[in-house]
């Protein structure tokens, strides 16, 4: 399946996995709007693409703010008058500590960005897809959303939260043509947030790594799809 001509929207996208994902989509004839807070990130990462041929834009967003996310979308739809593919990929990472020592901003922060940007996001975007009759929506979870993650349980919790929306937003989706996945990372090699591992960089999952299994994900023929890919380092690191 051709995605050239589609418009691909991938928050996160100023390092790290969303930077990998939207160089990938944008190197396989995408136009791509990189979706973060920090501009400055994200400006650097549109001009690598389009340095490299491709098509990009930078577009300031905060998971946080549901107005951010609604201006982005109505940005969306009178510009390009279409959503294709959408990568749910930021998400802010495990506190490092107890359960029972994290105060409830914390909690309300980390899920207001992993499990309630990805409701609102799709709430904003779905429409257009249904409008279309198609559409690929790409969660980002973690191997923490099917595992416990000690000193990370709200980590692991929006995670898990995540996997049980994306399942069933895809059966709602689905009879409009729409496509929902889940990628379960294990250990990537990025900068996330609230890392404090001992592993070995060189043997953990990379960016590019992610993105690859992106670019199956939704090149795959429009009459069936993947709902969730683990995806494990073939070295433990
Ligand atoms: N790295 C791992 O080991 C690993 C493993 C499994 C799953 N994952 C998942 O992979 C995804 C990407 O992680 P990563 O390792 O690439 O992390 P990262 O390098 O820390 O990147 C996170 C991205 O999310 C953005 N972000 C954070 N808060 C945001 C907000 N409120 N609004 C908009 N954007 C926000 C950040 O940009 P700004 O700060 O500029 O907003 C950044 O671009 C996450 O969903 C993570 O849970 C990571």
Known sequence: MEIKGQLAIVTGAGRGIGEAVGKRLAAMGAT???AARDL???QRVQHEIQ????SAEAA??????EQSIANLAAAIE????RCDILVNNAAVGSSGKPLFEMSPAEWDQLMATNLRGPYLMIRALAPMMIAAKSGHIVNISSLAGHNPLPNGAAYSASKWGLNGLSYSVAEELRPHGIRVSVIAPGSVNTRFEGRGDRKDPNKKIQPDDVAHVVAMLVTQAPQSFVSEVLLRPTQKP
């Open 51 to 54: 340095a490299a041929g491709g």
């Open 60 to 65: 300031q967003l905060d998971l946080q703010d």
């Open 78 to 81: 009178n510009r390009h008058g």
């Open 32 to 34: 791509v709007l990189l």
């Open 40 to 42: 400055t990130q994200l």
